[in-house]
């Protein structure tokens, strides 16, 4: 299997990503490689910070790498918390200040339709191609579930059956979230380059 880097030091990112490589490709952690960086993402688009990150790691180690960058876009807040949504409610926040902060914008809007997007940017030598995964769905009133992580509890897909992000095994989330997506299009490209 090939051995390619992923840019990330979020430990659910990571474990959802092996999950869904499993059998395809060796995903190594930033760990994996002795990068103990704190990488910078001052992008001011999601596409910028994962390109940000992916040649970061090919200008410092040299591997081959892919990174991402999420944002959850909320129609009735002009896409916001979008670029920011890890950091929605500070720098050194939490994702459950983040959601308090989201559930607090929205009190009293009726329109709570949102996506989440994923962008992965692969760095390969030279090369860096663009992946984008893209799930719709609601934003709830307040929180459902115990699974996932950053603003699962208060996400319902639309194609889901009314269950939030949260309340779905990691099996059923990872086959139509977003970063499921951008991830079965930067599997189908490495695979293709495998023939």
């Known amino acids: 299997m090939k051995d390619i880097v992923f840019a990330t030091n979020n430990a659910h990112k990571l474990k959802e ?3 869904i490589a499993a059998g395809k490709l060796n995903v190594l952690s930033l760990n994996d490689i002795g990068c103990h960086d704190d990488i910078p993402e001052t992008a001011s688009t999601i596409e ?3 390109k940000i990150k992916a040649d970061y790691i090919k200008q410092h180690y040299g591997y081959d790498c892919f990174a991402d960058d999420t944002g959850l876009e909320v129609a009735a807040l002009d896409g916001a ?5 890890a950091r929605y409610a500070g720098n050194d926040c939490i994702s459950e200040h983040n959601i308090d902060l989201l559930l607090h914008n929205l009190e009293g809007v009726d329109n709570r339709s ?9 760095r390969q030598g030279d090369d860096i191609r663009l992946f984008e995964g893209i799930v719709k769905g609601t934003i709830l009133t307040e929180r459902r579930g115990t699974g996932g992580f950053g603003y699962d509890s208060v996400f319902v897909p639309d194609e889901a059956d009314g269950r939030s992000f949260a309340q779905m095994s990691d099996d059923e989330k990872n086959a139509i979230s977003h970063r499921g997506r951008a991830t079965q299009l930067l599997m189908h490209y490495l695979l293709d380059q495998r023939q």
């Open 48 to 50: 910028g910070n994962a």
């Open 17 to 19: 990503l092996r999950e």
């Open 114 to 122: 949102a996506q989440f997007r994923t962008c992965i940017a692969l």
């Open 81 to 85: 918390p979008g670029v920011y949504s």
